[in-house]
């Protein structure tokens, strides 16, 4: 069996329109139903579309980004809801997770955005394109790769490692791969960041209107990340951790009109105010007529329910009143104690641009759950539509992981812990003091709970902080030292037996 060398199938140009619209016009593509290598290698247009369309395919796997980042946290576990719950979520936030229910099978899928952008990085430079439209090109494509990997070492620790095309399969032997250790795999990450920035060359510019594409600031928060896992879970140390430090800074060092924290938090994510917009640096786009997201429908409400919840311990307003054309389930939440934590006073302005909490609207007004309000878009007609933009890094992030390499290494945090908080708070805020580690370390992972909800990072953060981090936040029930729950998740008995040169996760 011998396959062709067709690299981008039609639905992925579906895909890569929204994407595509954001900072080019339309008519610059050409819309073709698949791209050969041949095709490539001779039109700018088919070239083009091919770039374009490994953005339409990253943005298919966002559900897959959100879940692993974020379900495993301590936010949603047993949770209020008014619906039948959703299995699936709730066997990640209970960390119900064996060989025998894998929650993530044949890797995420993300081997199909990795063989794409192997691809295209193979064809791109034989492409008639201007040479400085390649090297864009190219460096926005390491960097893509460098974030899908590292997601996938965080997730599965050793994964196989494919870096080069896969043009034509002769056989079902050839698609055999072993899992590559997680030292190799980071190298390998570490590398593709490096070429990014070395592509992307040293100046620190972010995209003009909406910033939906990999850039060289995108680059640098990622190494910053990858530095401070490096530093923290695989030997690396303060060298490592020193390194991240240092990158962030130079990002740190660009605030300024371009690049700042917003002051209205819920600016950051109106779809309204995407050009341009100072905080974000990196995100997924959505547009009208193009691509919703969708991805939490479960923790919205629906339409007959929403006429019985009200926004208040009394019967008016009622969810119907202020969001009337908001429908999907709500079979999702957080938990009383959860819902008092983050919503006791000092007024959060993070919390109340996030989410809002729904009540009986019948005596005696028993908390129903809660209304996901960060993604709720705008309306057309009598129609809602969910077309925010998903962040995967703004200036937050820097301030944050900035933060955390400082107290890892022992240094004062409380500047960009202060900034954050300032934000959150307004003028009256309760500076933050600088204290010992443990203190830094916990009063970072808290605002991380606040800053982030629903944007798949809390999981990440405190994994990345250390495994103690995670015992002490997450409950002893589904996760502790004496659990059987484990960070890392299992193959499934169908991929082990597909690949004979597989081997199961340890510990399943």
């Known amino acids: 069996m011998k396959y062709n060398k067709l690299l981008m199938i039609s639905w992925v140009f579906i895909l890569m329109l929204g994407v595509l619209s954001c900072t080019k016009k339309l008519d610059e593509v050409v819309p073709q139903d698949a791209i050969s290598k041949d095709q490539a290698l001779k039109d700018p247009n088919a070239a083009r579309t091919l770039y374009h369309g490994t953005y339409g395919l990253f943005r298919s796997y966002n559900s897959t980004f ?3 980042g974020e379900m495993r946290s301590d936010i949603w576990v047993d949770g209020l809801f008014t619906e039948s719950v959703d299995g699936g979520l709730q066997n990640l936030y209970r960390h119900n997770i064996s060989s025998l229910n894998v929650p993530f099978t044949n890797w995420g899928g993300f081997y199909n955005l990795i063989y794409n952008f192997n691809n295209v990085l193979k064809i791109i430079p034989q492409t008639p394109l201007p040479d400085a439209e390649k090297t864009r090109i190219l460096a926005e494509l390491f960097g893509l790769r460098a974030y899908v990997y590292y997601t996938m070492l965080r997730t599965w620790g050793a994964v196989p490692l494919n870096t080069e095309p896969v043009e034509t399969i002769n056989n079902t032997a050839e698609t055999y791969k072993r899992r590559t250790g997680a030292d190799t795999i980071m190298t390998q990450i570490k590398a593709d960041i490096e070429q990014s920035l070395q592509l992307f060359g040293p100046a620190n510019t972010l995209p003009a209107g909406k910033r939906v594409y990999w850039n060289r600031v ?64 990196f995100a997924i786009n959505y547009e009208l007529q193009q691509a919703q997201l969708g991805v939490f429908g479960n923790f919205l409400v629906n339409s007959i329910q929403a006429s019985t919840l009200s926004f208040a311990q009394a019967a008016t307003p009622t969810v119907a009143s202020v ?34 909490v729904m009540y009986s ?35 937050a992030d820097v301030l944050l992981l900035l933060a955390e390499a400082k107290a890892k290494l022992g240094e004062d945090p409380s500047a960009e812990i202060n900034a954050i908080r300032q934000r959150a708070y307004g003028a009256g805020y309760t500076p933050y003091v600088n204290g010992s580690i443990t203190a830094n370390m916990n009063a970072i992972l808290e605002e991380y709970l606040r800053e982030f909800i629903a944007e798949g990072k809390r999981w990440w953060a405190l994994r990345r902080a250390g495994d103690a981090y995670v015992y002490a936040n997450l409950n002893p029930t589904y996760f502790s030292p004496t659990s059987t729950a484990k960070f890392l998740l299992p193959l499934s008995q169908a991929m082990l037996t597909a690949d004979p040169l597989l081997t199961q996760t340890q510990g399943y």
């Open 218 to 281: 995108a680059s640098l928060i990622l190494k910053g990340d990858v530095f401070i896992w490096s530093g923290t879970h695989m030997g690396g140390g303060n060298g490592d951790i020193t390194i991240a430090k240092n990158t962030l800074q130079e990002v740190r060092n660009l605030q300024g009109a371009t690049l700042d924290l917003q002051g209205n938090y819920a600016d950051i994510f109106d779809p309204t105010k995407k050009t341009n917009n100072k905080e974000i640096i």
């Open 323 to 356: 969001y009337p054309y908001v429908n999907g389930a709500n079979r999702v939440g957080m938990n009383q104690a959860m819902i008092n934590r983050l919503t006791a006073p000092p007024a959060d302005q993070r919390i109340s641009n996030t989410f809002r």
């Open 66 to 68: 959100f879940q692993l």
């Open 361 to 395: 609207n019948a005596s005696p007004f028993a908390t129903r759950g809660i209304l996901l309000t960060k993604y709720i878009g705008t309306t057309a007609g009598t129609s809602q539509i969910y077309n925010n933009d998903f962040p995967v890094y703004r200036y």
